[in-house]
């Protein structure tokens, strides 16, 4: 059974489009998150959600909207795709807020035409 | 400001040739500093967690200690199996948890 299984894998789109990707949790955890990973493996947070309520939001620009339904899905979706988007991204899951190892999903690797 | 680094970038070993990665941090208020294995085209996987200083963990052939300034992981008689990206994380304050940017390992059969 995949814990956090994120869809789609590979999104392969042109700049201007809207895209959403969906990840799943089936942990039972409160938190989910959202984290960007460059080219250069460096992986850095986005959002964090609890139990469906934003905690974090870093300085992320405002055409990505995380969207939290309930605690075990968290959807982002990203308006008007910019070259500059194109990387990995991640869905994670934690226990607790703020403390706790997270639970990471295989990404989902967007390329923007 | 809040920094996490691993050295070194990239480390090619010969089977059962050990070793140690590390991670140095600077972080007002650590909460945890965690060690994740990364495999290409995968998500980062859960290795440890250590909440303190002179606390060690340890996992089939990696063991990870913890000082007030950084971490080692330390990979005794390494397998090809092991090579991978391990990437280093640091949690402070609230909710954040802050990656270094990985340190490469190639175990050469």
């Known amino acids: 059974d995949t814990a956090v299984s994120q869809t789609p894998k590979y999104l392969v789109t042109q700049m201007g489009n809207d895209k959403s990707i969906k990840c799943e949790q089936n942990l039972g955890h409160d938190t989910m998150y959202w984290y960007k990973q460059d080219s250069k493996k460096f992986l850095k947070i986005m959002f964090s959600?609890?139990?469906?309520?934003?905690?974090i939001n870093e300085t992320v620009p405002n055409r990505f909207s995380p969207k939290s339904p309930d605690k075990a899905h968290l959807n982002l979706h990203i308006n008007s795709l910019e070259l500059g988007d194109s990387a990995v991204y991640f869905c994670?899951?934690?226990?607790?807020?703020?403390?706790?190892?997270?639970?990471f999903g295989d990404g989902t690797r967007l390329s923007i035409l | 400001e809040d920094q996490v680094t691993q050295s070194p970038e990239a480390l090619r070993l010969q089977e059962g040739e050990s070793s140690s990665l590390n991670c140095s941090y600077t972080?007002?208020?650590?909460?945890?500093l965690f060690w994740y294995r990364q495999d290409p085209g995968k998500g980062p996987e859960f290795l440890f967690t250590?909440?303190?200083a002179g606390e060690e963990k340890e996992k089939e052939r990696l063991k990870a200690t913890l000082t007030k300034k950084e971490s080692f992981l330390h990979i005794t008689a390494p397998k090809p199996e092991d090579s991978a990206t391990y990437l280093c994380a640091v949690q402070a304050g609230a909710n954040n948890l802050f990656f270094g940017t990985g340190t490469r390992l190639t175990v050469i059969p």
């Open positions: 972080v007002s208020g650590l909460r945890g």
């Open positions: 250590l909440y303190s």
């Open positions: 959600y609890n139990n469906k309520e934003l905690i």
């Open positions: 994670a899951s934690s226990q607790l807020v703020g403390a706790g190892p997270q639970h």
